[in-house]
């Protein structure tokens, strides 16, 4: 797992400190701007993976929510 020196990446892994996680996925949504982000850190390897996959899933499904409802 290479080193993300991201400044939002490095927000989900003190989060993750913080509060005993081994994951973190974070969805930001601005909605002045019409967007939405997702960020994920896992402690290791396989679950950053993880928690990569499951950001992804978290970002499809508010993306969903809200098209459906712009529709």
Do not use: F
């Not at 020196?5 to 400190?17: C, D, F, G, H």
């Amino acid at each position: 797992m290479p080193w993300n020196p991201s400044p939002k990446v490095q927000t989900a892994r003190e989060v993750a400190a913080k509060w005993g996680a081994d994951q973190v996925v974070i969805l930001l949504v601005n909605q002045r701007q019409g967007t939405l982000e997702m960020i994920s850190y896992g402690k290791n390897a396989r679950l950053c993976d993880e928690a990569g996959r499951l950001g992804d899933a978290a970002h499809d499904a508010v993306l969903a929510t809200y098209v459906k409802e712009d529709a």
